[in-house]
């Protein structure tokens, strides 16, 4: 018999299974739930995205140091997380923790911001990645029609916000679907990014007719980034947001343990593991990508045929120098772009089991609304209510961008 308690109005119980009257069915594997974290962290959506911001900050010595740097934080925060939610294996997650661990003194109001904090968050990562990916097909399509510099089409603000749009209608129907089904779409992405990393870091390198030194790998310091930032620990420190960015996001495997089977050792080794292999893949990828940059002003330049895109000219014209065109460069991004898709599909399940959650416990306005669960155990309203907030982000963001930056 499990024994339902309160402690000022957070639900828990005093068992050892997952809070709450469940609704959303265990029906998750631990490489299920290993895939949904790994898909969300993914490294090759990250490092793709946020290039630009390590080669820029810092250069080679920011992004291979830093990744290490972050990747060792990450899994001291890792084994707190994990510990704690074998203790509490729920998909509440974050917030549920907070209350029972501050006591009931500070319970109330270390949940409330907690959980505030992590679904806003979570908003915010959904909102970027599918942001991002927009402007990467944006790129595609540059780079098919000619490039930046060959009169190539740049789709125009109004389009890539329209694209934006569109990519979380689709993650939303996606996310609509019964939780078996994106469990194996879940792990068709973690395989996407493990394959797509090993070939991206060996093919890149190799079809590159010139590679830049190990030296320039392991100790070069861009110092120069245009933006009148002189002081090299500050650089440094900035350079590590693309690290900090891209190795987030893990807690994931908290917030569906209540649909994985055996939750309180399943979620903590998914947490782990996610992390593990991330920090690994992840080097890999970033050295892979660095050896082939030869000419950091160039890759950085909003003149080249990327269009200032760091990482979309390193790979246009490493395929571009070697065959003449660079259609292989394009596919390659293709490949990023799909996991990116696939990070924006994790990253709303996600949000929508954050949100499910935190409004079962009455903690969102109209919670009675979002918390309600489908015939197929699916939370379907938190799911398109959070495509929809995703979506108000970034048309919030783009018009006040746009406000100061007219052209």
């Not at 265990?26 to 490294?43: D, K, M, Q, R, T």
Request: charged share 10%.
């Amino acid at each position: 018999m499990v024994k339902k308690v309160e402690v000022n109005g957070i639900a828990s119980l005093d068992s050892e299974e997952p809070g709450y009257n469940q609704k959303l069915k265990p029906n998750l594997s631990l490489i299920s739930n290993f895939a949904f974290s790994f898909s969300i962290v993914s490294v090759l959506t990250g490092i793709t995205i946020l290039y630009n911001i390590g080669l820029k900050f810092g250069g080679p010595v920011s992004m291979v140091y830093g990744w290490l740097i972050a990747g060792f934080f990450t899994i001291i925060v890792g084994c707190s997380m994990a510990e704690i939610c074998s203790s509490f294996p729920e998909v509440s997650g974050l917030y549920n923790w907070s209350a029972k661990l501050a006591g009931p003194n500070w319970a109330p109001f270390a949940s409330w911001i907690t959980g505030w904090f992590n679904i806003a968050g979570q908003w915010g990562l959904t909102t970027s990645v599918d942001f991002a990916l927009a402007q990467i097909i944006q790129v595609i399509i540059l780079l098919s029609t000619g490039g930046n510099n060959g009169g190539g089409y740049k789709a125009s603000k109004y389009v890539v916000m329209f694209i934006h749009g569109g990519l979380l209608f689709i993650h939303a129907l996606i996310n609509s679907l019964p939780i078996t089904l994106l469990s194996f779409l879940g792990q068709l992405a973690a395989l996407w990014n493990v394959v797509g990393i090993i070939v991206l870091m060996v093919l890149i390198p190799l079809v590159t007719t010139e590679n830049a030194s190990a030296e320039f790998v392991f100790t070069n310091f861009n110092a120069n980034n245009g933006e009148g930032i002189h002081s090299k620990p500050y650089i440094f420190v900035f350079g590590i947001l693309m690290s900090q960015y891209v190795l987030s996001g893990y807690d994931a495997s908290a917030h569906m343990t209540e649909e994985t089977k055996n939750a309180d050792m399943n979620g903590p080794i998914g947490i782990l593991s996610a992390i593990g292999v991330s920090i690994i893949v992840g080097w890999g990828y970033i050295l892979g990508i660095t050896f082939a940059v030869t000419d950091v002003p160039r890759v950085l330049s909003s003149d080249n045929d990327a269009g200032g895109y760091a990482i979309a000219e390193v790979f246009y014209q490493s395929f571009k120098g070697r065959y003449g065109n660079g259609v292989g460069g394009i596919i390659c991004l293709g490949v990023a772009a799909v996991a990116i898709f696939f990070c924006g599909m994790s990253s709303l399940t996600s949000n929508s089991r954050m949100a499910y959650a935190f409004s079962r416990d009455g903690a969102m306005p109209f919670s009675s609304y979002w918390r309600k669960v489908n015939k197929q155990d699916v939370p379907i309203c938190a799911v398109w209510f959070s495509a929809i907030v995703c979506f108000c982000m970034a048309l919030t963001v783009r018009i006040c961008w746009f406000s100061f930056h007219p052209c």
